[in-house]
Structures are given as C-alpha cells and as structure tokens.
Nanobody, 121 residues
Framework: VQLQASGGGLVQAGGSLRLSCAAS????????MGWFRQALGKEREFVAG????????AYADSVKGRFTISRDNAKRMVYLQMNSLKPEDTATYYC???????????????WGQGTLVTVSS
C-alpha cells in the first residue's frame, strides 16, 4: 500500500488542522493505521492509532483529548483532527500502515512521506 499524507501547515497556538492520509494499492481495511511525528532533533514518537474497523483507537498522552484519529475505508482515507494545537506539536507528521494492531510499537509495514505542522506561539 502507498500512503500520501497532506494537510500540514502553519497555524497559531490554539488553532486546528486536519491531516489526511490517502492510501492506494491494497484495500485500506486490510491495515491498522497510525500517525507518528518527529520534531527536529528528536526521535519519532507515536501520536495515534486506529484498528481496521475504526472502532478502537489509541492516543499518546500528550495529545489525548485534543487529537482525533478516524478512517473512511471506502474512501481509502485516514484523518488526524488536531485541535488546541500547541507549539510543542510542531513536527513532521507521518501516517503508517500495519498488519497487526500494536499502535504504539512503531512496528509498521508502510510509511508515507511526512507533512510538516508548525505551530506558532
């Protein structure tokens, strides 16, 4: 499966952005999906994960209550709605696909290119 992330940009603190991840190739419903991010000079970290049906989600503590992951298998899309953004959310965000639901493990089979999110204070 090929993944293409989009929707990043510059936003003021407190603002919102919605990231999108478009999947092509194999049926999206075959995969669990996740969002990760990597800030400059830092290691990649888990942000959110969602199972195949969309009925189970997981979030990093740092984004819980502010970010929402969702998916539309028919449209082959995965989304990350980000509200109440903070400067510390600034990072390149990546979507990823896996065969097994271990959202925080980082053990994903496919990765998209990143989309940059910059939150100004």
């Amino acid at each position: 499966v090929q993944l293409q992330a989009s929707g990043g940009g510059l936003v003021q603190a407190g603002g919102s952005l919605r990231l999108s991840c478009a999947a092509s190739g194999r049926t999206l419903s075959s995969y669990v999906m996740g969002w990760f991010r990597q800030a400059l000079g830092k290691e990649r970290e888990f942000v959110a994960g969602i199972n195949r049906s969309g009925g189970t989600t997981a979030y990093a503590d740092s984004v819980k209550g502010r970010f929402t992951i969702s998916r539309d298998n028919a449209k082959r899309m995965v989304y990350l709605q980000m509200n109440s953004l903070k400067p510390e959310d600034t990072a390149t965000y990546y979507c990823a696909a896996a065969s097994v639901y271990k959202p925080r493990s980082g053990d994903y089979d496919y990765w998209g290119q990143g989309t940059l999110v910059t939150v100004s204070s």
